[in-house]
């Protein structure tokens, strides 16, 4: 049977991967992190010294990009080219040019259907899907769709909390601008038909993972 496929999208800073790895978890799920593969592009063009603004340069790398990630829950790892790239795609060079990769069409469309693919192949009961396209173009017939926002002081707080040595500031700044980037691609700030919004301003991480279980188990 094919897995219940829930789509979780919302800006960065809103506790999307996090909160999306530990409901697969408790529900013995997969769980698909999206953004992960576009940054792990990003990092292949880095590798290669690739002109991240030049979307030809960009296209070109997609014939041979040869990247794996891990769906199960307990063995979350991205690599690019058999090399575990896991950590690598969190640096902070690679999240500044990745919006440059991700707004290509040729490269979303490439993805897409690699994510479609990856969904299609999940051999457990349910899949948490998460980015910033899942509810509206990757997968809007999912069961469940959820919109997981919080306001942008709860988004900027959290995120300074887990980078060490940047300032709060600069932090903010960087949160802001890869999101209005990211806005004019995709629009994540706003629940489409259909969408819940799960608003996480007020909620710790435990009760916002179990305000997206119970959504499942009402879906199921
Ligand atoms: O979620 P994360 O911050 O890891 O995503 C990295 C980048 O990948 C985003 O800033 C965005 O440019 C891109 N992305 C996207 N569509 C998705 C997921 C991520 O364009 N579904």
């Known amino acids: 049977a094919s897995p ?4 979780i999208d919302g800006p ?22 999206t953004g992960a593969a576009y940054r792990a592009l990003a990092f292949a063009c880095l590798a290669r010294s690739i002109d991240t603004s030049s979307p030809d340069a960009v296209i070109a790398q997609l014939v041979d990009f040869d990247y794996e990630i891990g769906i199960d829950p307990a063995d979350y790892f991205v690599s690019v080219g058999g090399e575990d790239v896991t950590d690598a795609i969190r640096e902070p060079r690679v999240t500044a040019v990745v919006s440059a990769v991700a707004r290509v069409p040729e490269v979303r469309a490439y993805l897409v259907a690699l994510f479609r693919q990856i969904i299609a192949a999940s051999a457990k009961s349910g899949i948490i899907v998460e980015g910033r396209d ?14 997981l926002t919080a306001s942008e002081e709860a988004r900027m707080g959290r995120r300074s909390a887990e980078i060490s040595g940047e300032s709060a500031e600069t932090t903010a700044k960087q949160l802001a601008s890869r999101d209005a980037a990211d806005s004019r ?8 038909d259909g969408v819940i919004t ?20 009402v879906a199921e």
Do not use: E
């Open 134 to 147: 899942i509810t509206t173009v990757v997968a809007p017939d999912a069961k469940l769709r959820i919109l």
């Open 4 to 7: 219940l496929v829930v789509a």
């Open 185 to 192: 691609v995709v629009d994540f700030m706003n629940a489409a």
């Open 12 to 33: 960065a800073g809103s506790g999307k991967s996090s909160v999306s790895r530990a409901t697969a978890t408790s529900l013995g799920f997969d769980y698909l992190d």
């Open 198 to 217: 799960v608003d996480s301003t007020d909620l710790d991480f435990d009760q916002t993972v179990a305000a997206v279980v119970d959504l499942v188990r």
